[in-house]
């Protein structure tokens, strides 16, 4: 027996009208109420980071000079700058990214090729998570634990090796999350033609994902350019001028740690310059990471 049903003639409770439009009012009442606590919030937090980077630019912009740029750090009321301190981040930060990039996209490769669902590849994948949303002054107790105490002082060094723990969990995850994008269609194609897998990876998989990685590298380098905690176990600081990675070594984040709690205005005047400087060039690599992933996409 067959049977029809019209719109009119399907089963289940009539619609109330009067029901209807007090359930569409409530809902609408309930809407308005979240959109205005959303944007409350969004006002709020915009609010803050204004007043935040209006005050950094004002009283940045306002220490800035070329004294900045062509003077090392000196005693209050000599004019000093910041030219040993930028000198000394660029070197730390710069060696740093080198020896935790190639070191992270070899274990991000490692977890993405080879041991995506293997129980070693989830214990490292799981080290690595904790290791990237770990406290940086835990990562600098440990460096001085093992770089600093045993040789008997601090260094270039060992602010470099701190600089590079952080760097690698966040090429690690980056690295994997590209690679795993990748489809598995491609690596079929590539060794159906007789390819090695190690040439798959390096010559398919890392250039199809290079965007992704740049990206994260660039990210790594924000993150790693306005960090204290660690260099303040490592490197120490120096207010002299200073190249020699075997001695302690200035960098702008301990130079703004040092100033900005002094009473002599020149000096505070010279940790709102470095403040700014941080600011503008994290901003920069941003900037230029969301470019890049923005022309891969």
């Known amino acids: 027996m067959s049977m029809t049903l019209s719109a009119g003639t399907v089963p289940g409770p009539r619609k109330d009208p009067e029901v209807a439009l007090a359930l569409g009012r409530r809902r609408k009442r309930a809407d308005l109420v979240i959109r205005i606590l959303c944007v409350l919030a969004t006002a709020i937090g915009l609010i803050f980071l204004a007043s935040i980077l209006t005050t950094l630019f004002y009283r940045g912009f306002e220490a800035m000079n070329l004294r900045v740029f062509t003077h090392v750090m000196a005693p209050p009321g000599s004019e000093g700058g910041l030219l040993n301190a930028i000198v000394g981040s660029l070197i730390q930060a710069a060696l740093g990214t080198a020896i935790g990039t190639p070191i992270g996209m070899l ?38 634990q093992i770089l600093v105490l045993p040789f008997g002082g601090f260094s270039g060094w060992a602010g470099v090796a701190a600089l590079a723990i952080i760097v690698i969990p966040v090429v690690v995850r980056t690295t994997e999350d590209m690679l795993t994008l990748i489809p598995n269609t491609l690596r079929e194609a590539v060794i159906g033609l007789g390819s090695p897998k190690w040439k798959m990876i390096v010559f398919v998989c890392w250039k199809s994902a290079m965007s992704g990685i740049i990206t994260g590298i660039l990210l790594a380098v924000a993150r790693v350019a306005g960090e204290t905690a660690p260099l303040l ?61 923005r022309g891969r996409k």
């Open 233 to 293: 176990f490592t490197s120490l600081g120096n207010n002299a001028w200073s190249t020699d990675l075997t001695k302690p070594m200035s960098s702008l984040p301990l130079a703004i740690y040092a100033f900005a709690g002094s009473p002599f205005e020149d000096w505070i005047a010279l940790a709102w310059a470095g403040a700014l400087l941080i600011t503008l060039s994290v901003l920069l690599l941003n900037i230029l990471a969301r470019t890049v992933l």
């Open 107 to 144: 274990v991000g490769t490692y977890l993405a090729e080879y041991a995506r669902e293997s129980k070693l590849g989830n214990i490292v994948r799981f080290v690595s998570d904790i290791l990237l949303s770990a406290p940086s002054i835990l990562i600098g107790l440990f460096v001085y």
